[in-house]
């Protein structure tokens, strides 16, 4: 079997297990699926380009993830009244003065020879410096967090009201997306400008510690996030369902389908995100590819399967994974920002970064490390099993139990396992497909 049939193949099978999810449980489903499946794609092409091109094994994918759900509040909530001017200033200069801290205990290692007075210099600017820092945040902090507590309680975003100069306020929210990866490019850099020296395995410990820091905050700092409070109306770049409902052209053309207007909307609205999910895809797939195809593609291979050859050569390595660590992390950022405005809220509870990372690394592996295209099979193919495996399990076990009595031990015990056929279906394709395809369902050529 050629490859492009292969592929067809492959892609087809997919098609027709949503197609049955349109039989079983609608359109609905089926579509939240497909918009879902995109954004998972996306995220396994920023890892993929990680891994499959460079052998960076990052498990800190949440972290950016997060920090893209972060631009969505910045870019599309309206600032906080009185907040800025009770605190917000305050705050960035407190930033400022942390940063400030942090360079000079830099320039202080660089300047001064080795030895304890070095250590002791650095020792003192350090203290000090969060101890300044800790006095002018925390009054400033608790001063916007009285503001309005059960509703807001925090600065706030940027969205000016973009409708008094003609423009679509709810469009502008697709800036979120592109800040999101500036955002997780910018955390990107500072990664690895200190954990990318290390062996892949203190990498991963690093970069997943760095991550439980990032939502860490993004849980606790309620003048940024609002913390577990969490931030519900996030405008969108497409309609609402009751402005559509509302639009007597829609309801005429939804009577022409066939549907209510409420069942119409709800369809049109995923819809609508479906296709501005498959051009962000469709336009990094390409960027991926050119860049795959590329002498930086092959050079970044050649660094991935021997560093040593490749630095002989004159590659810098290090260099490279920079480049390739802040790509990856900022596809993962754009990611994140789509999924926030799709939600239309920011609930930092929900990165769980082993558990969400692990699912984004079993779909890289599932479709094929070092290959997009196997990258965006395993992204559909793995976020539909984590959906529809539970149901069907349920399915299954109520099947299996229907001729026994009620009230019965075991036929409780089996329907309540039900809730963990996620886990062990991802465990069990992961070990199929490494026994029977160890390079994945696409493999790398």
């Avoid at 925090?154 to 009201?161: A, S, T």
């Amino acid at each position: 079997m050629s490859e492009t049939v292969r592929n067809t193949v492959l892609f087809g099978l997919m098609a027709f297990l949503i197609a049955g999810v349109v039989v079983v449980q609608g359109w609905n489903s089926a579509l939240l699926i497909i918009a879902m499946g995109l954004i998972s794609s996306i995220m396994a092409l920023g890892v993929n380009l990680q891994w499959g091109f460079a052998g960076l094994f990052n498990v800190g994918i949440m972290g950016f993830v997060a920090l893209g759900g972060l631009a969505a509040i910045i870019v599309g909530m309206p600032s906080t009244p009185g907040a800025m001017s009770a605190g917000g200033f305050i705050v960035l200069g407190a930033l400022a003065l942390g940063a400030a801290t942090i360079a000079l205990a830099i320039y202080t290692y660089r300047r001064m020879p080795p030895g304890w007075g070095r250590t002791l210099a650095m020792l003192v600017i350090i203290v000090a410096g969060f101890f300044i820092f800790r006095g002018v945040l925390d009054p400033a902090v608790d001063r916007i967090e009285d503001i309005n507590p059960a509703q807001t309680g925090y600065l706030g975003g940027i969205n000016p009201r973009w409708a008094e100069f003609g423009v679509d306020a709810d469009l502008f929210m697709l800036l979120a997306w592109p800040l999101g990866g500036l955002f997780a490019a910018a955390a990107a850099w500072v990664i690895g400008k200190t954990a990318l020296g290390l062996r892949s395995d203190y990498l991963a410990i690093a970069t997943l510690g760095i991550a439980e820091i990032i939502i860490a905050v993004m849980k606790n700092e309620d003048w940024l996030t609002r913390g577990v409070k969490n931030v519900i109306g996030i405008p969108r770049p497409v309609p609402y369902e009751v402005t559509l409902q509302n639009d007597p052209a829609f309801v005429e053309r939804a009577a022409g389908w066939g549907l209510s207007p409420v069942e119409a909307s709800t369809l049109w609205v995923k819809v609508c995100y479906i296709v501005l999910f498959a051009v962000v895809l469709v336009l990094l797939m390409w960027m991926s590819q050119r860049a795959l195809h590329s002498p930086w593609g092959r050079m970044l291979r050649a660094i991935r399967d021997n560093e040593t050859a490749a630095e002989a050569m004159g590659k810098d390595v290090k260099a490279r994974h920079l480049q390739v660590f802040i790509l990856g992390s900022a596809i993962c950022g754009i990611a994140g920002a789509m999924m926030t405005t799709m939600d239309g809220q920011l609930t930092p509870g929900t990165y769980q970064p082993l558990r969400f990372t692990f699912l984004i690394w079993v779909m890289v592996i599932v479709g094929g490390s070092g290959n997009n295209l196997g990258s965006v099979l395993g992204g559909f193919l793995i976020w539909f099993l984590w959906v529809q495996v539970e149901p069907m399990g349920l399915g299954l076990m109520n099947l299996i139990t229907a001729g026994m009595e009620e009230g019965s031990a075991l036929k409780e015990h089996l329907i309540e396992s039900a809730a963990h056929m996620r886990l062990l279906t991802m465990g069990l394709v992961l070990l199929l497909v490494l026994r029977f395809s160890p390079r994945g369902l696409i493999p790398e050529k």
